[in-house]
């Protein structure tokens, strides 16, 4: 009897996977990777670890289409091509919420802060104030540049020092993305370069223990193809329980706080002109929030937020390029003479910054083959006819970068393949380091297009600028560049990899 009821239920299963397999048009779309329910697990192990095979199979086969592949909680889609990534990131907000995915997938509230993420008012400070004032914070930022090379590598003479890459990387961009955001001697502070340093991790473990909330507890919901599980709901049960992030943002509010709140006294008494005004972003944050009636915590929070955005994708793009610079010496005496012939008739100033093409063609060309991710720009897609509303959706932005259509001989390092482009004059906007395309996708395309480019892309050229003209790099023994590490669709550089630094050997 029992037998019999089992089978009935087991039967009962399986024709509602069935039919909701037939009705939800998710299953149309064609998966890399197992497909089945429970087989589908096996396709998220496999793209923890195969992620970049998983998606370039994916590409080449799907190109000028979609496919989905599995994740543990979810399908996610990925646009393949450049017309779909122009599609993609043409579809407008009320179809698809670019900050509604990044939201579920990160879970912001819990795993970063919750005011500033329904409060994201530093977007338009990084957009606007800081945007515009490159040129007046240059100097500065070249400044921190000295001070941190001259601290943390100590070279004496002519002998080599042999240094970490990643940590070296992470403590220099922090401290001169901390002089512009909230200025000295904060910046110097190194305790809290270690909680914003350390913030990235913080974030990470709070995500990956999220993924696999939902399979224990994720409440499931009715939609129009069956049902759905609700991840909110389940996060909110865990999402106060985890301690990483909260406990980095308490301990960066225990430094930022009393000086955001100095900071707000100030302004309130001066208002926006007064002689040592440090034009900061902390500052613009600060007048904003007044303007807006907008707590200090929120302000410590967008700060924190800035810090997260900023740091890490800044950490990789620049060790990728001392990498390419390590492994190829060669590279070295061209960038040399450019920068060297810019800096005599323009001094560091952001004017000779945007004057050293090569420069920005082997940044650029950097991001394009090593990139910072495989897939791109989760969105929420719901255009009604294909993709199911609710659907996660990427761009393969590897896959792009990798077309032959797009660039000639893509698997190749040519580090001045846009700088040579940039003879013609109508080309020479296109080929920059900041200009994002359906080709060109690192910083993303369109509306929600990194706001932080302009100022990344002048602090990044000038921290690679500083040791070209000041230091010769190679790897131990004269190495060849390590490969890059896949952590799921993430790219990173090398982790461990050492490199080593000795003052420019100047001929006489
Ligand atoms: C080389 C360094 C950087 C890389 C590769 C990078 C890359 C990206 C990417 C891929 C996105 C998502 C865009 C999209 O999906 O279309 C993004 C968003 C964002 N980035 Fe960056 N970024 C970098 C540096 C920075 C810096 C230095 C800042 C701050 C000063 C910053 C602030 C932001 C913000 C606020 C967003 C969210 C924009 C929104 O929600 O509309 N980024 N970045």
Redesign the pocket.
């Known amino acids: 009897m029992y037998a019999v009821i089992g089978y009935i239920l087991f039967a009962l299963l399986v024709s509602w996977f069935y039919v909701r397999r037939r009705l939800d048009p998710l299953y149309s779309i064609p998966a890399v990777g197992p497909s089945w329910p429970l087989i589908s697990y096996l396709g998220a192990f496999k793209f923890a670890r195969h992620a970049r095979e998983m998606l370039q199979e994916g590409y080449d086969k799907y190109k000028g289409s979609v496919f989905r592949i599995s994740m543990l909680d979810r399908w996610a889609v990925i646009f393949c091509g450049t017309a779909m990534n122009e599609e993609l ?1 043409k579809l407008p907000d009320d179809q698809m919420s ?2 509604g995915a ?1 939201e579920e997938v990160v879970q912001h509230k819990y795993t970063i802060a919750e005011e500033v993420v329904s409060d ?1 008012f ?2 338009n400070i ?1 957009r606007g104030p ?1 945007t515009r004032n490159l040129a007046a914070l240059l100097p500065a930022i070249v400044d921190e540049i000295d001070a941190s090379f001259r601290e943390l590598i100590p070279t004496h003479g002519n002998e080599w020092v042999t240094i970490s890459a990643v940590p070296l990387m992470a403590r220099i961009v922090c401290r001169v ?1 901390n002089r512009v955001f909230v200025g000295m001697p904060t910046c110097r502070n190194s305790e809290l370069l270690d909680i914003v340093i350390n913030f990235t991790r913080d974030v990470a473990k709070g995500r990956f223990m999220l993924s696999f909330v939902p399979i224990i507890l994720k409440p499931q919901v009715p939609f129009k193809f069956g049902l759905r599980p609700l991840s909110d709901e389940a996060c909110r049960l865990v999402g106060p329980l985890l301690p990483w992030s909260r406990r980095a943002l308490k301990q960066f509010s225990v430094i930022m706080k009393p000086v955001v709140e100095d900071r707000m006294r100030q302004i309130e008494e001066h208002g926006k002109e007064w002689a040592e005004r440090p034009n900061v972003l902390m500052t613009w944050l600060v007048e904003e929030a007044i303007r807006l009636g907008k707590s200090a915590d929120l302000i410590v929070q967008a700060l924190l937020v ?1 810090n997260f ?2 740091n890490h ?2 950490t ?2 620049v060790t990728h390029a001392l990498y390419h610079l390590a492994a190829s010496p060669e590279y070295i005496q061209p960038l040399r003479e450019e920068i060297d012939a810019v800096l005599k008739t323009e001094g560091w100033t952001k004017v000779g910054i945007g004057k050293m093409w090569k420069l920005d063609s082997f940044m650029r060309e950097s ?1 394009r083959l090593n990139g ?2 495989g897939t ?2 989760d969105v929420t897609l719901s255009d009604g006819t294909l993709i199911p509303a609710g659907t996660l959706c990427g761009a393969a932005a590897a896959g792009t970068h990798h077309d032959e259509e797009n660039y000639n001989r893509p698997h190749l390092f040519d580090p001045f393949r846009f700088s040579d482009k940039r003879f013609d004059e109508d080309e020479q906007v296109k080929h920059q380091y900041v200009t994002t395309s359906p080709q060109y ?13 302009f ?2 892309a002048n ?2 050229k000038a921290v690679v600028a500083y040791f070209i003209v000041n230091y010769d790099v190679m790897f131990p023994g004269g190495g060849e560049r390590p490969g890059n590490v896949w952590f799921g669709s993430s790219v990173i550089p090398d982790q461990t990899a050492q490199i080593m630094f000795r003052k420019r050997q100047r001929i006489k």
């Open positions: 990131q670019f900050l990044v994201p530093h977007i990084i800081l993305s800035s955005v900023a994708t800044s990789i793009s991001q910072i991710s791109l720009k996708i690192p910083f993303g395309h369109g509306r929600h297009a990194c706001p932080g480019r100022f990344a602090e990044l």
